[in-house]
């Protein structure tokens, strides 16, 4: 068995870096842009932050530890941004309150991790399946879909109940683990 994407990272590999930012860059920036309310800032944060994590690529053991760096650095950079904007706009001061109150926190964090993997599981899924499930979560109905795609209407609920099956497989484990992480019983 090969190091893995952890080790690789450590050991300067470029490619497990690049990885790692697409895996991240997004819902990181989403979750940024959930307290600053600026698109372009976000991402600027988010890219300082994987320059920061590159240098410091060395400390990071697991996965975890890295998603918590993450995390915790794109709180920092929000946190100190609406500070400074808080003197200027008293309007982003119930978003300082937000980012000082960690339930709030791990709540916007969830729930940016919980979309990263549903899309990436999506993306996973063959791609008719994929496709007729997009059109769907976008707000089209199964006759809308199939008149769209020229399919019949029992090809896409067929398409819909494959790719429901294969995510509720996929991502099964996923919420098994945030349940126990969390301390919910099951």
């Given amino acids: 068995m090969g190091p893995s994407l952890i080790d690789k990272f450590k050991d300067g590999n470029r490619e497990a ?12 920036c989403n979750f940024a842009n959930t307290f600053v309310n600026d698109v372009h ?10 320059i920061s994590l590159w240098d410091h690529r060395r400390n990071f053991d697991d996965l975890l530890s890295l998603k918590s760096f993450l995390y915790k650095s794109v709180r920092n ?6 500070k400074h904007q808080n003197i200027v706009n008293k309007h982003q001061g119930g978003h300082l309150k937000d980012l000082e109150n960690d339930a709030v926190f791990f709540d ?23 496709k007729i499930l997009l059109l769907s979560i976008s707000g089209l109905t199964n006759p809308e879909i199939a008149e769209d795609l020229n399919i019949s209407i029992n090809t896409v609920k067929t398409q819909k109940a494959i790719a429901y099956k294969q ?3 996929k991502l099964k484990e996923l919420f098994v683990i945030a349940a126990v ?5 099951i």
């Fill in 17 to 28: 870096f690049e990885e790692i930012f697409n895996s991240f860059f997004s819902a990181l």
């Fill in 77 to 82: 950079k929000c946190l100190n941004f609406i």
């Fill in 181 to 185: 992480s969390i301390g919910l019983s």
């Fill in 41 to 50: 800032q976000s991402e600027d944060f988010v890219q300082e932050i994987f």
């Fill in 167 to 169: 995510l509720r497989l």
């Fill in 108 to 130: 916007h964090m969830i729930e940016e991790e919980t979309h990263r993997l549903l899309y990436d599981a999506i993306n996973e899924l063959p791609p008719s399946c994929r």
